[in-house]
């Protein structure tokens, strides 16, 4: 073989040589490019309310936004120049998403510092804080419970009966909880039922004040039910208890839709505690706080997680989809999950302030 043919071979091989990716280049491409995607993911999901499946998304835009900073910090550490750089728009897109969630997750005692993020979450979240020892009016615990329709019953009994809360919301009440819940009729003389015959239960609201005789509503088909209860001095508080089925593609639109004209008619000052199965900052919860004239509470935080998993893991990586919605003249000044009881749902606790002038007739 001559020195040309030689030359042309080498020339050919080198040509068409496979490039080698070393797995460290592997690893950073594949990271950069999933955050870039989980992020991206998060803010679409900004657009729930134009596009449903997106606001499945939403409920998830947390967990979204900070897997998308965990992949794009591990590629910054090990990939090239062009991957750190796609990893910072990353980053900035998860950051951007996650803070429309952040308003809701912890306390916060001023939201109109918060512009930016209440504009793209949809509806503010109402604020925590202290009641000023001046103000006039009643304070009021609340608990929020999904008692899970085939748990055991002694430990959510227990954390009733512990917690010392004025009202109670609860949900998926079958007719066996309603038996069980026979044992604290004495801390809760008042009690209002709601189509506990469905499948999964229905909502039970108690109260250790009596209940007064200008609203009774059940809607069982949309998991609602709401009475007033007889504060003193003629002041009224209405108390609502939610279960709003799945997100897209089940009915949870559907049953907001078709609640509305109900909740745009309920008096004021008004609470509504419930699982909504959406995160406050959703689309769906928004209009469905716009149609009741209510804020989502913040501070909440993570309630549910699958039983599956420690219920431990519930305060930190579950789905904030249990809520306390409030209107105006009702001011917070907690809101807390307390222990698991035999539940995927943690229960929430929330103080309430019901300002005189709010509650009167």
């Not at 449903?52 to 910054?76: E, G, K, M, N, W």
């Not at 930190?316 to 306390?324: E, K, T, W, Y």
Request: some cysteine.
């Amino acid at each position: 073989m001559d020195r040309e043919s030689i030359g042309a071979e080498a020339r050919s091989d080198h040509r068409f040589r496979p490039v080698r990716v070393t797995k460290r280049t592997a690893l950073a491409l594949a990271c950069a490019l999933g955050a870039l995607g989980l992020a991206l993911l998060a803010l679409a999901s900004l657009f729930g309310g134009a596009f449903q499946p997106l606001d499945s998304v939403a409920h998830f835009r947390a967990h979204l936004a900070l897997a998308a900073l965990v992949l794009a910090i591990l590629a910054a550490v090990v990939g090239s120049t062009l991957l750190r750089l796609i990893a910072l728009a990353a980053s900035l897109a998860a950051i951007v998403a996650g803070a429309t969630t952040g308003v809701y997750m912890v306390p916060v005692d001023d939201v109109s510092r918060l512009s930016f993020m209440n504009t793209a979450a949809g509806v503010a979240p109402a604020p925590i804080g202290s009641i000023p020892a001046t103000a006039s009016g009643i304070e009021l615990t609340l608990l929020q419970m999904n008692l899970r329709y085939d748990a055991v019953s002694e430990p959510a009994l227990a954390a009733i009966r512990e917690s010392g809360a004025d009202i109670v919301t609860l949900e998926e009440v079958t007719p066996r909880w309603s038996q069980s819940l026979a044992a604290i009729a004495d801390l809760y003389p008042h009690r209002f039922d709601c189509g506990l015959a469905r499948p999964v239960g229905g909502m039970v609201i108690l109260s250790r004040r009596p209940f007064a005789d200008d609203l009774s509503i059940c809607v069982p088909d949309d998991g609602f039910a709401a009475r007033r209860i007889a504060l003193d001095e003629g002041r009224r508080l209405t108390i609502g208890a939610e279960h709003l089925k799945w997100p897209w593609p089940h009915d949870h639109w559907y049953q907001i839709a078709a609640l509305e004209p109900v909740l745009a008619r309920l008096p004021g000052p008004l609470v509504i505690g419930g699982d909504f199965n959406a995160a406050p900052w959703s689309a769906a919860v928004s209009r469905y706080a716009k149609a009741s004239d209510t804020r989502p509470v913040a501070g909440i935080g993570p309630t549910f997680l699958p039983s599956a998993l420690p219920s431990w893991l519930k305060r930190f990586a579950g789905l904030s989809i249990d809520n306390v919605l409030v209107s105006e003249g009702v001011s917070v000044s907690e809101a807390k999950t307390l222990p698991a009881t035999g539940s995927d749902h943690l229960p929430v606790l929330i103080r309430l302030f019901i300002a005189d002038l709010a509650s009167k007739g």
